[in-house]
């Protein structure tokens, strides 16, 4: 039998790609990988990729230095893979590299054979010489079947990905049928990645049925959760994957146009998907005659413009076309008829991602992976007070306990961890006693949280629940489209409730009220931005609902964060006579200088920033915090004459 | 560094019109781009000048008022000019429960301006954004385009006097033509 055209041509791509990937990396040269996601630019890496070429060219050292995406291990940037074969040494990763550790890895490492073992996180693979990193729960927990080659390749390089297997899944369903990829998504169990877990299968499904005579895919990189960056990362770090996946679902479902709705405010992912597709039309990957078959495909950019709403698969049709993006009613699903009239995919870029995956591996091997009903994968970004934060993947089902405290390291300092939010503003808060709740889209639901988008943030006991709850309803507040009226005023009444609490001003029925409004809130919405941004008022009050109280009784913050309910003030048992650690930090000068030559706050003047706090040297660690506020010891403020010392 | 145009004075309205023109003759006449087409103005213009309202519209045949109501509609787009060093703080939810509110209370402090608006001088501008995708590097601002991890409020002032200091610099060479070799970034 003779070979598929489109995998013929593939192999004859692949093997262009490897030669010209071989050209590019003369073997046995030393390379320098430095990762340049957003996370890594914003800790520094391109300060750190230029000290390691300065210092290469500098030593007349004969190594490269390569770019790579995010490895996903955000607390540690930037991060930077050493490989240099003639040492001896396996691929080694080190954390934290600043411009001046790089001029040292270069002359020691590179120029010595030294590779400074202090300095290293571990080796990328498990050998005899010198420990690895798969030691760390944080590398060998994980199970990376989206985000493999993230980190890894060199995202502005097609020929890396081709060279490592690339563009296969597609070539293999070209050489078959668009019914039995359907049929594949749909036996692997796939659910949707973008929040509501909505069976990828059964989507496309809808959406193939009929005789339209036009379809289109929309790749929904929208992103709006304030708090989660996995398909950013994606996005920046292998843009081919995700061009992969959309160009498998656009043959799957008949489409010949395909729409990545990506937001405005990711310039780099923007400028990296760019790049990608013109590179995959260049090879004809996309485009006309995809594969040297009759399949065509387009695909071009919409830059979102900043409203959460517009994630919502009906705003974001709406907003394509040029209109303010508010939600419109359904059914009829925008599967049957999305944009202009037509029927329309919209799939989450982590779905997207997932299904090159998915026909590599076989629907069998993705089912083994996961639970029953959630199979598969989960990407998340870890985030707020965790040891190591950062985006993490990990098969469905493992339990939160898991994953803050055994892949992320817990809660740092010897604070206590408190709660954790899933699922952004349509998410919620679950407490301690719910950490061994398995991550999978039921479990969580049940729990009164959701999947949402995969943002999940940790919190320690220094967190205000009542603050957390007015923190997404303001979020919510704004973003409200506005067309329904529970929605616009119903978030309005419940902010200005939990604005009330937090200043201490609450009464007793305000959490009745509370959740009255949040239940007419969320059966009066149409879409789902009004229909869970109850959600996290709720599970605060389901599961915290002692802190409410002591906020509207005690007048006090057990978080110890509302400002208006909690006052700094300085130990003077603690307080070393003659330091100024704190005098200096202060932003108001609120801090002055008693006739003992200890510190006091003046309470007037202290906006309660805590930098005194995090001034005040540990063996001393005089700065208290303490709520209600009144409870402050009152310190006299000598008059300003005999301040000055 | 320079983000908006120059410090120059601003341009008439017959260069407004005519830098707008071209910007959309650039573009078909069809509704689905008129969000492309803001953009486009924004990225040039860094706002939204107001003439631009009634030129897409008369370009796409709507009204003005349409075109208002979907620009006002987008966080993205901004109907005043910000400053030369736009600053945006993140209060999306890591940044939030790192405190950046504080940092935010910082600059605003620290430059008189509260947040959306503008330094006299036009200098600075002072914004919020909901996350930019850093997290793990909360509290987050970022000047220009450079993004600032592990924010603190005492950091805040450095981060201004550093913008202070290579401004006078630049502002020094320029009127002295004679480069200097010394670095005034780092602290
Ligand atoms: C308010 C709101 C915001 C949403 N934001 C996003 C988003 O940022 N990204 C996303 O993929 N899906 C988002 N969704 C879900 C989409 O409506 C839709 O379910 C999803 O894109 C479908 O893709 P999937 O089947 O791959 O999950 C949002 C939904 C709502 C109600
Ligand atoms: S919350 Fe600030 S960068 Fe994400």
Known sequence: MTEAPSIRTLDRLRAAAQAACRARRPEGQPVVRVGLATCGIAAGALDTAEAFRKAIAEAGIDARVETTGCRGHCYAEPLVVIDHPASGFPPILYPEVTPGKAGMLTRFFLGEGDPRFEHMLGATVANELIPSVLEFGRFNREQRLVMDRCGRLDPQSIDDYLADGGYGALARVLAGSPQAVVAAVGAAGLRGRGGAGFPTGRKWELAAAGSAPLRYVVCNADEGDPGAYMDRTLIESNPHQLLEGLAICAYAVGACQAIIYVRAEYPLAVKTLESAIAAAEARGLLGPEVLGTAFAIQVSLFQGSGAFVCGEETALLRSVAGFRGTPTHRPPYPA????????????????????????????????????????????????GDVVHPGLVEIPMGVTLR????????????????????IGGPSGGCLPADLLDTPVDFDALSEAGAMMGSGGLVVMDEHTCMVDVARYFLEFTRNESCGKCTFCRLGTCHMLAILERICRGQGRMEDLERLERLARDVRDGSLCGLGRTAPNPVLTTLRYFRDEYEAHVVDQRCPGLSCRPLTAFYIDLEKCARGCDACVGCCPVDAVFTTRTRKKGIDQSLCVKCGECMVACPPEYDAVRRISPAHLAPVIERPPAAEAKT | ????????????????????????????????LLVPILQAVQAQCAYLPPETMPLVGRHLGIAASEVYGVASFYNQFRFFPPGRHPIRICLGTACHVKAGDIILENFERKLGIQEGQTTADREFSLERVACVGCCALAPVAIVGETVHGHMQPSKVEGLLLQIQIAREKAQREAAAASPQAEDPSDD
Do not use: W, Y
């Open chain 2, 1 to 32: 560094m320079l983000l908006n145009p120059s410090a120059a004075p601003p341009p008439t309205e017959p260069e407004v019109l005519e830098t707008l023109g071209g910007i959309v003759a650039r573009f078909d006449r069809r509704r689905a």
């Open chain 1, 402 to 421: 898991e994953l803050i405290f055994d892949i992320c390291g817990g809660v740092p300092g010897k604070k206590r961890f408190k709660a954790v939010q």
């Open chain 1, 336 to 383: 049957q008829k999305g944009l202009g009239g037509h029927p329309t995919v919209i799939d989450n870029v982590k779905t997207l991602a997932t299904i090159p995956v998915i026909v590599e591996r076989g629907a069998e091997a993705f089912r083994a992976v996961g639970t029953p009903d959630s199979p598969g994968t989960a990407i998340f970004s870890v985030v």
